[in-house]
């Protein structure tokens, strides 16, 4: 079975400071990955997604960059956070066959609760 | 642009009663999906619906799906507490392997003894 995991599940940073959150998958190959942030009120913002090693699509510009270094590895970076980064990040990945997988949801990780000083 | 719609917002029900939540997206989509949220959670797949007049049932919920007039509705019968949390409505309209959703605002759900 598959299974996906995001750490550090609680951060507390500076304003001005860099990011780094990972994020892995086991048990699958070629996933798509996924980076969401929710705000504070619950809506989920789409941020990147990524269909293979080194491609990334970016759905807002902003603040944030991600990164996928290895087949099952998705990293969100910034250089230096801003206050309006805080929110709860969430990783999620998704079969990319969609064929004999069409029934499947994308899956999410446990999120990380970000939270700028 | 995709919206998604999901109404009501705020759903405070009693226990026992039935209710039902809504969701409608602007653009053609033969993926529908729902999703719950705890409090301080992430996002747990309740159901994936495929094609117009798909139901499926996990439960006290009951899901389905008209493609035609892009709605969804999520019905609980019976509410018990542990129902309390939010849920999502997401709608994929990518085609292939390059697929992303599309999220309403999600239903606060708090279902009271």
């Not at chain 1, 491609?55 to 087949?71: T, W």
């Not at chain 1, 004999?100 to 990780?109: A, E, I, L, M, R």
């Not at chain 2, 049932?57 to 939010?86: C, P």
Request: hydrophobic share 35%; glycine share 8%.
């Amino acid at each position: 079975s598959q299974t996906i995991h995001q750490w550090p599940a609680t951060l507390v940073q500076p304003v001005g400071s860099p990011l780094s959150l990972e994020c892995t998958v086991e048990g699958t190959s070629n996933p798509n990955l996924y980076w969401y942030r929710q705000a504070a009120g619950r809506g989920l913002q789409l941020l990147f997604y990524s269909v293979g090693i080194g491609q990334i699509s970016s759905e807002v510009p902003q603040n944030l960059s991600a990164s996928r270094p290895q087949d099952r590895q998705f990293i969100l970076s910034s250089k230096k956070l801003l206050l309006s980064d805080s929110g709860f990040y969430l990783c999620a990945w998704s079969f990319r066959d969609r064929g004999p997988y069409s029934n499947q949801p994308q899956h999410f990780g446990d999120g990380t609760r970000l939270s700028i000083l | 642009e995709l919206k998604v719609e999901q109404n009501p917002l705020f759903l405070s029900m009693q226990e026992g009663k039935n209710y039902t939540i809504y969701c409608n997206y602007s653009t053609t989509s033969d993926r529908l999906y729902w999703y719950r949220q705890d409090p301080g959670k992430s996002l747990e797949s309740l159901f994936v619906l495929l094609s117009n007049g798909a139901v499926k049932q996990e439960g006290r919920l009951m899901a389905s799906l008209d493609t035609k007039a892009r709605l969804s509705t999520l019905h609980i019968t019976a509410a018990v507490h542990d129902l309390s949390a939010t849920y999502f409505c997401a709608v994929d309209i990518s085609g292939g392997s390059n697929y992303k959703l599309t999220f309403g605002k999600g239903t606060l759900l708090t279902v009271n003894p």
